[in-house]
Nanobody, 121 residues
Framework: LLQVAESGGGSVEAGGSLRLSCVVS?????VGWFRQAPGKEREAVAALYTTTDDLRIVDSVKGRFTISHDKARYTVYLDMKALKPEDTDMYYCAADLRSGDLLDDRGYRSWGQGTQVTVST
C-alpha cells in the first residue's frame, strides 16, 4: 500500500482560507479528499486522476474548493476558501492505483491519518 500523509489543517474564522496538502509515497492513479465528522458518514470532497488531471468536486464546495496536483512532488492540494462552519471536519486524503469512481471512498485502499479543519463563526 501507498503511504499517504496530510497536512495543513487548522482553525480559521468563517470566510477564511486553508490549503491542505497530501503527499503520496509513490506513483498513484487517483487521489481523493474526503471529510468526516464524529458520528457522521465520511463524504467525498474532491478527487482527481493523476495521469489526466480529470477531477471532480462535490457541489457543496464547488466554487470554494479547488484540487490540484504537483506531479513532481507526488503532492495533491486542496485549496479551500470562503470557509464555513459546516466545513468543520477531519479531512482525509486517500490514494489508489485502480480506476473507478473518483468520489467513491470504497475505491481507495491507502488513507492518511487525517488533518482537522475547524471553522469558527
Amino acid at each position: 500500500l501507498l503511504q499517504v500523509a496530510e497536512s495543513g489543517g487548522g482553525s480559521v474564522e468563517a470566510g477564511g482560507s486553508l490549503r491542505l496538502s497530501c503527499v503520496v509515497s509513490g506513483y498513484t492513479f487517483k487521489v481523493g479528499w474526503f471529510r468526516q465528522a464524529p458520528g457522521k458518514e465520511r463524504e467525498a470532497v474532491a478527487a482527481l486522476y493523476t495521469t489526466t488531471d480529470d477531477l471532480r468536486i462535490v457541489d457543496s464546495v464547488k466554487g470554494r474548493f479547488t484540487i490540484s496536483h504537483d506531479k513532481a512532488r507526488y503532492t495533491v492540494y486542496l485549496d479551500m476558501k470562503a470557509l464555513k462552519p459546516e466545513d468543520t471536519d477531519m479531512y482525509y486524503c486517500a490514494a489508489d492505483l485502480r480506476s473507478g469512481d473518483l468520489l467513491d471512498d470504497r475505491g481507495y485502499r491507502s488513507w492518511g491519518q487525517g488533518t482537522q479543519v475547524t471553522v469558527s463563526t
